[in-house]
């Protein structure tokens, strides 16, 4: 597996390692100057260089990507709790204003 060095801000490292999972495998890393030196495989590699826009470098767009995935998250949750507002107002209605047979 082919591992490519990447520097990043201690701020881009921090926010990386904060979005993820409790007990996850981080990246091996060194700190010197305020900087952080990870080694990641290629695909990784790839992926955040597509993602870079022309005028950001790695830690630039770790940060965008880490806010974006922050927000995404946020809208899936206000969706799913719109989305089970009707179901929640019926069940509500139901176990207020029981219908009665006719």
Same mark, same amino acid.
């Given at each position: 597996?082919?591992?490519?060095?990447?520097?990043?801000?201690?701020?881009?490292?921090?926010? @990386?390692?904060? /979005?993820?999972?409790?007990?996850?495998?981080?990246?091996?890393?060194?700190?010197?100057?305020?900087?952080?030196? @990870?080694?990641?495989?290629?695909?990784?590699?790839?992926?955040?260089?597509?993602?870079?826009?022309?005028?950001?470098?790695?830690?630039?767009?770790?940060?965008?990507?880490?806010?974006?995935?922050? /927000?995404?998250?946020?809208?899936?949750? /206000? /969706?799913?709790?719109?989305?089970?507002?009707?179901?929640?107002?019926?069940?509500?209605?139901?176990?207020?204003?029981?219908?009665?047979?006719?």
């Amino acid at each position: 597996m082919r591992m490519i060095p990447v520097v990043l801000t201690e701020g881009a490292y921090d926010a @990386i390692a904060s /979005a993820l999972p409790k007990g996850s495998a981080r990246w091996p890393m060194q700190r010197e100057r305020r900087k952080c030196f @990870i080694q990641v495989e290629a695909a990784v590699f790839d992926r955040m260089r597509t993602m870079r826009r022309p005028s950001e470098d790695y830690s630039d767009a770790s940060l965008r990507l880490v806010e974006l995935e922050a /927000a995404a998250s946020r809208l899936q949750i /206000a /969706a799913a709790w719109r989305l089970s507002e009707p179901a929640q107002a019926a069940k509500l209605k139901s176990v207020t204003h029981p219908e009665t047979p006719q």
